[in-house]
């Protein structure tokens, strides 16, 4: 692997913690805590599985992402949840206060610090999808998220894509599956900070189909998606 990258592991919705405070706001909520909207099932065990073979630092939470997104821009329609949006603005600006600027700044002055000493970043932000939405069936495994205007993550993507079909041909691949790496999301914030050449930002989905079953199958795609980005990188 190149001497001059620097990786950086995140997951945004690690967990469906609530603190106790907001407690009373999810009342009449408290399925959706269970539920994908609650948290990305599985996303935070793939996130210490990517950190612990690349040797990288891992940010992630565990508070659930319906008291606040923190994969989403300040003054998105879905940064609050349906219990927390109606809430007092006093309230809504204690949330962000302590529970979502907390997180992104310290995300953003990791990456910040890693340029500064003349590294490259590449930050992995750990995500997983529900395998049906709306009637829908996600027929794919695997989804790479990025912005296609920029070169570097298009090409880490492609050779990432080709490396897991080397390994896993029945592996289902698609970028930019189930959403569009250049919607509203934590990368796309640090790309309007970074510069093109030195900050390279990718959403990885991971079908939760895979995470429900659980088992040794799991854990080998676990370890596959972190060995082959070492592939793709090197």
């Given at each position: 692997m190149p001497t001059n990258i620097h990786f950086l592991i995140s997951c945004e919705h690690g967990g469906n913690r609530m603190p106790p405070r907001y407690r009373p706001l999810f009342e009449g909520y408290e399925h959706l805590l269970h539920s994908h909207r609650g948290y990305d099932s599985g996303a935070l065990g793939l996130a210490k599985k990517l950190a612990m073979a690349l040797h990288s630092p891992l940010f992630a939470a565990t508070t659930s992402r319906l008291l606040i997104d923190l994969n989403r821009s300040i003054g998105h329609p879905r940064l609050y949840s349906e219990a927390t949006r109606n809430?007092?603005?006093?309230v809504r600006q204690e949330i962000l206060k302590n529970h979502y600027l907390p997180y992104r700044t310290w995300v953003e002055a990791n990456i910040a610090d890693a340029i500064r000493s003349g590294l490259r970043v590449i930050h992995i932000s750990s995500h997983s999808f529900t395998p049906e939405l709306k009637g829908e069936v996600r027929n794919t495994d695997i989804g790479l998220l990025y912005d296609p205007s920029r070169h570097l993550?298009?090409?880490?993507?492609t050779r990432w894509r080709v490396c897991l079909a080397a390994h896993m041909p029945d592996l289902r691949v698609r970028r930019n599956y189930p959403y569009?790496?250049?919607a509203n999301g934590f990368p796309t914030y640090l790309r309007r900070r970074f510069p093109?050449?030195?900050?390279v930002g990718i959403e990885l989905e991971v079908n939760?189909?895979?995470i429900l079953k659980g088992g040794w199958r799991w854990r080998a795609l676990r370890s596959l998606l972190a060995g082959t980005l070492n592939e793709a990188v090197a």
């Open positions: 809430t007092s603005a006093a993550e298009q090409e880490l993507c569009t790496g250049s093109v050449n030195a900050y939760q189909k895979h």
